[in-house]
C-alpha cells in the first residue's frame, strides 16, 4: 500500500497566542486610551476626569493580570523542567523535531493505518463527537433557529431583527447551539480535515457535512464573531501546513480584505439592512476592525466595569455571571436590567467585576499555569490533534477578549480542551506513526 503523507509545520503555541493577542487587543490600545485624549461615553454619564481615572485603573489591572499570567506560566514551565530532569523524560521525537526548528517540519505517515493502536482506539469518539453535534445543529434549526433567516427582508424594525434569537429562545437549545459551534464542530472539522488530506477512510459527504452544519450554526444567529472565527479556522490549517511563508503573508492579507469585506456586509445583515452599496459595505467593515475589533474591547471596560467599580466599591461576587446558571438556574438575559453586569467587557474587567484586586493575582496565575498544563499537553498530542487543540486555543482566547471570564462558554471550552487532551493521551503512547 502507497503511504500518502501530511506535514504540520507548526503550531502556534498557547502562550504566545494568548501573549500576542493580549497585547495587540488590549495592553497596547488601553495604554492608548489611558494616555490620550480618548474619550468614549456611549452608556453612562462619566465626566472626563472620571473616565480618565477609569482608564487608568484599567491599564493597571490588564496589566497586573498580564503580570500574574507571566508569572504563574514562568512558574509551572520551571516545575515542568525540573520534573523532566528528574524523570529524564525526553520530548516525543516529532515534537524534538518541531521545536529545534527543522524545515521538514512535523510528518504524519497514515495515522489511518489499521497497525496505528490510537486510530483502533480513539477515531470513534471524534467521529460521534461530529455527528451528534450535527444532529443537534440541524434539531436548533427545525425547532426554531431558522426564523431570524425566515424574517430578513420583512417588515420589522432593525433592532427587533437583531434581537431575534438573544432572549425568546430556550436556553438549552441555545446552550446546545454554543457548544457545537464553538467547541465540537471546529475541534471535528479541523481534525476531518486534515485526515481527509491523505485518508479516504472517511467520505467526503461526512467531512463536507461537519463544515456545512458548522457553517449553519454560524448562520442561525447572523453574529458576526463567529463569522470571523470560522475564516480564521482555515487560515490557520493553512498556516500549520504551508511550506512557503510568504504565501502565508500573502493569503493573511486577503484575509483581512475578506474579513472586511464580511465584517461590514454582516452589519447590516443582521438589522434586516437589504440597501446597501459596496462602498457603503467597506466603509463599515474599517469601521467593524477599528471600532468593534480593536478600540470596542478597550472601551467598553472602561465604561462598564472600571468606571462603575473602583477600588472601593462592593464587588459582585457573580451575583449576576451567568456560569451560576449551571447551579442556581438563573440566567440573566440580555434585555433584563441587571444585563449590564453581564456584559461582555473581557476577561480581565469581568475579573475585576466580580471578585476585585484579589481576582485578578489569583485568576491571572490560575490562568498562566493552565495555559502551561495546555501547551505541556498539546506538545505531546499526535500533531493533528495538536492543530485542532491549538486552534481551540485560539478561540479561547478570543473569547477572553471580547466575552467575559464568569460565562458558560468559557469554562466549558477550559473544561473541553484539558479533558479532550488527556482523553486521548490516556493510553500514555503517541498516537501516531511518525517520521
Known amino acids: 500500500m502507497v503511504k500518502r503523507t501530511i506535514t504540520i509545520r507548526r503550531i502556534a503555541k498557547p502562550f504566545t497566542v494568548f501573549a500576542s493577542v493580549f497585547v495587540i487587543f488590549i495592553l497596547l490600545p488601553t495604554a492608548y486610551i489611558a494616555f490620550s485624549d480618548y474619550y468614549s461615553n456611549r452608556w453612562y454619564s462619566l465626566r472626563f476626569d472620571e473616565y480618565r481615572l477609569s482608564a487608568m485603573r484599567s491599564l493597571a489591572m490588564t496589566s497586573l493580570f498580564f503580570v500574574c499570567f507571566s508569572g504563574g506560566y514562568l512558574i509551572s514551565s520551571l516545575n515542568s523542567s525540573s520534573s523532566r530532569k528528574q ?45 451528534i453535534s450535527i444532529i443537534l445543529v440541524w434539531l436548533n434549526f427545525a425547532l426554531g433557529g431558522y426564523e431570524k433567516l425566515s424574517q430578513f427582508g420583512q417588515d420589522i424594525s432593525k433592532m427587533e431583527y437583531r434581537l431575534i434569537g438573544f432572549n425568546d429562545r430556550n436556553r438549552i437549545l441555545t446552550a446546545i447551539l454554543q457548544l457545537a459551534r464553538r467547541l465540537t464542530l471546529p475541534f471535528c472539522a479541523i481534525y476531518f480535515i486534515l485526515i481527509a488530506a491523505y485518508s479516504k477512510n472517511y467520505s467526503k459527504v461526512f467531512i ?3 463544515v456545512f452544519s458548522l457553517l449553519v450554526g454560524i448562520v442561525i444567529t447572523l453574529d458576526r464573531g463567529p463569522f470571523m472565527l470560522f475564516l480564521v479556522m482555515f487560515a490557520y490549517i493553512f498556516y500549520c501546513t504551508s511550506k512557503n511563508t510568504f504565501r502565508i503573508g500573502i493569503y493573511g492579507l486577503v484575509l483581512v480584505g475578506i474579513m472586511i469585506t464580511l465584517g461590514g456586509a454582516l452589519t447590516f445583515i443582521q438589522h434586516n439592512i437589504q440597501d446597501f452599496s459596496f462602498d457603503e459595505v467597506l466603509d463599515t467593515g474599517n469601521e467593524f476592525i477599528v471600532n468593534r475589533v480593536i478600540m470596542a474591547p478597550n472601551f467598553v471596560p472602561i465604561e462598564l466595569s472600571y468606571g462603575l467599580f473602583d477600588f472601593s466599591s462592593d464587588k459582585l461576587w457573580l451575583k449576576h455571571a451567568r456560569i ?57 498530542s499526535d500533531p493533528i490533534i495538536s ?49
Open 387 to 435: 492543530v485542532a487543540a491549538s486552534f481551540t486555543v485560539i478561540t479561547l482566547v478570543f473569547y477572553f477578549v471580547y466575552g467575559t471570564f464568569f460565562s458558560q462558554g468559557v469554562f466549558l471550552q477550559m473544561v473541553f480542551l484539558y479533558f479532550i487532551l488527556k482523553y486521548v493521551q490516556s493510553d500514555g503512547k503517541i498516537h501516531c506513526h511518525l517520521k
Open 324 to 380: 451560576t446558571a449551571l447551579f442556581t438556574g438563573e440566567y440573566v438575559g440580555t434585555l433584563q436590567d441587571n444585563s449590564v453586569y453581564v456584559s461582555p467587557v473581557g476577561a480581565v474587567a469581568d475579573i475585576w467585576r466580580n471578585t476585585g484586586l484579589t481576582g485578578i493575582i489569583l485568576i491571572g496565575i490560575f490562568i498562566g499555569f493552565y495555559f502551561k498544563a495546555i501547551e505541556k499537553l498539546i506538545n505531546y
Open 208 to 210: 463536507i457535512s461537519v
Open 87 to 131: 524523570k529524564s523524560k525526553p520530548l516525543p521525537s516529532h515534537r524534538q523535531e518541531a521545536y529545534h526548528g527543522r524545515r521538514s517540519g512535523i510528518k504524519v505517515i497514515n495515522p489511518l493505518n489499521p497497525s496505528s493502536y490510537y486510530i483502533l482506539k480513539k477515531h470513534n469518539f471524534f467521529y460521534w463527537m461530529a455527528l
